[in-house]
Nanobody
Framework: VQLQAYGGGLVQAGGSLRLSCSAS????????VGWFRQAPGKEREGVSC????????DYADSVKGRFTVSRDNAKNTVWLQMNNLKSEDTAVYYC???????????????????WGQGTLVTVSS
């Protein structure tokens, strides 16, 4: 089972990036997918989560109105569209898969079972 987040890069403040998360050996349509990020010297924090049916979508306050999560279960892919990027968005971004996650835990890394290698997003000011 392997998840892979990709699409990161260097962008100027105010710019946009779209991250993708794909999986091999794991049917993502059976899992909620969380996006997390970790900046140097900081703890991993939950950015967004989307349930397998898309009935539940969550965003951290710091990204609300700027980031949009979506998924296409037929393509086994989840996306994170990031607009109006700020320098404080600079981090390694990870996608993760989990099941049976209760609402209060959707931003907790420990609630997710599968993780992929992250992709670095660098926002220059």
């Amino acid at each position: 089972v392997q998840l892979q987040a990709y699409g990161g890069g260097l962008v100027q403040a105010g710019g946009s990036l779209r991250l993708s998360c794909s999986a091999s050996g794991l049917p993502l349509n059976n899992y909620a997918v969380g996006w997390f990020r970790q900046a140097p010297g900081k703890e991993r924090e939950g950015v967004s989560c989307i349930s397998k049916s898309t009935s539940t979508i969550d965003y951290a306050d710091s990204v609300k109105g700027r980031f949009t999560v979506s998924r296409d279960n037929a393509k086994n892919t989840v996306w994170l569209q990031m607009n109006n990027l700020k320098s404080e968005d600079t981090a390694v971004y990870y996608c993760s898969g989990g099941n049976g996650i209760i609402t209060s835990q959707i931003r907790a890394p420990s609630a997710y079972d599968y993780w992929g290698q992250g992709t670095l997003v660098t926002v220059s000011s």
